[in-house]
Every structure is written in C-alpha cells, then in structure tokens.
C-alpha cells in the first residue's frame, strides 16, 4: 500500500498570504498525485490532476507541483473562502490512498 | 451539468445489511468508472471500492473486502453499494465519485453530496 504523509496537519493563516501544503508519498508515482479541498460540511472537490493540472473552474491562485515522492500545494493570495481541509491522493495501484488532510483555518 | 445523488443511507444494527445507491445524470454514465468513498465523523477520506465502466472489474480497500459489493445498473444510471457484516466503524458519511482514467490512475472528478450510514448496538 502507497502511504501518503501531508504536512502540516494544521494552518493558521491570514488573508493574502501563501501557503504550501506537502504531500510524501512512500514510493514512486510518478505525477499520478491529485488535491482535493473539502470545506466544512459539503463534499470533496477536484483542484489538481496529475501533480500540476488545474481542474476546471478552480481559481488561478491553487496550483500544484512535484513529482516521484514529493507533492506540493501552493494557495496564493489565500481568500477566507478558502478554509478547507485539503487532502492529497493517489491511485496507480490499489488500494487507493489519500492523505490525513492538511486544515487550514483562516485568522 | 454532472450530478450524483446517494440514498438508502440510515441506522442499522451491527452485523446488519444496507444498499446504497447512487443516481447519476448530466453525463454519460456508461462510459465511466465509478467509485464509493467514506469519511468516519471528524476523520479524512477512505476509499472504498471502484468499479470499471463496462463494470469488468471491481477493487475493494481492506477494511470492506468481503462484506461489501459494488455493481452498477448503466440502464438506470445508478450506482450500487450492497453492505452487509456491518460494524460499528463502517460508520460514516458515504459519497460516490466519478472516475477518471487515463496515465495508468484514476482520479474523482464529481462527487456526491453525501449520505450518512450509522451502524449501531
């Protein structure tokens, strides 16, 4: 099973500025990592496909990088719409996994 | 516009039996993948299981493998979960999710709002 570890567990961070949340991932998978936002009370949605790839419709401040074991999600200009937990994910074998979640809270 | 929508959800006993169904629209159905993830309250994301499009192959997590049975029915467009063995911590908020394959990965790009199934004593 591919674990993936995501840090921090837990942001607090102000309007405007950037954060960066990390995705590791115990092997190899190459750019086959994906970001999702969960906001309180509703459910997941698609930011970044294929490490780097925005969604549709996702807002230009998101985006991704990384590849292999180490994963990256920039947020520029942080919005308080934007408190959410975020988690990473993958599939190039089964099981498929996601990480514990990083939860930004907004000051 | 892609929408899915769960039901069946509810309480039930331990060892108890649930099938949750999951109506999809706005695309395509036949031509997806499609898959079940849970959240448990307060916790992150589990998947649970992922069925092909032509519903040739299914995968289950370890924690559902042989208790738990995904099938589709394309002339309905819905999306099953037949549970059964039911234990306390297969409680938890139920989401379905379209699949999209390519690159040798899948990823979910719709989900459901969700249902919640409560397994209790």
């Known amino acids: 099973e591919i674990v993936l570890t995501q840090s921090p567990d837990f942001q607090s961070v102000t309007p405007n500025e950037k954060v960066t949340i990390t995705c590791r991932a115990s092997?190899?998978?190459?750019?086959?990592l994906y970001w999702y936002q969960q906001r309180p009370d509703q459910s997941p949605k698609l930011l970044i496909k294929y490490a780097s790839q925005s969604f549709s419709g996702v807002p230009s401040r998101f985006s991704g990088s990384g590849s292999g074991t180490e994963f990256t999600l920039t947020i520029n200009g942080l919005e308080a719409e934007d408190a959410a937990t975020y988690y990473c994910?993958?599939?190039?074998?089964?099981?498929?996994?996601f990480g514990q979640g990083t939860r930004l809270e907004i000051k | 516009q892609v929408q899915l929508v769960e039901s069946g959800g509810g309480v039930v006993q331990t060892g108890g039996s649930l099938r949750l169904s999951c109506a999809a629209s706005g695309f395509t159905f036949s031509r997806y993948g499609m898959n079940w993830v849970r959240q448990a309250p307060g916790r992150g994301l589990e998947w649970v299981a992922i069925?092909?499009?032509?519903?040739?192959?299914?995968y289950y997590g370890d924690s559902v493998k042989g208790r738990f049975t995904i099938s589709r029915d394309d002339s309905k467009n819905i999306l099953y979960l037949q549970m059964n063995s039911l234990r306390a911590d297969d409680t938890a908020v139920y989401y379905c999710?379209?699949?999209?394959?390519?690159?040798?990965?899948?990823?979910?790009?719709?989900w459901g709002q969700g249902i919640l199934v409560t397994v209790s004593s």
């Open positions: 069925i092909w499009h032509d519903g040739s192959n299914k």
């Open positions: 999710a379209r699949d999209v394959a390519g690159r040798g990965s899948h990823y979910f790009d719709y």
């Open positions: 994910h993958q599939s190039t074998g089964f099981p498929i996994t």
């Open positions: 092997q190899n998978i190459d750019s086959s």
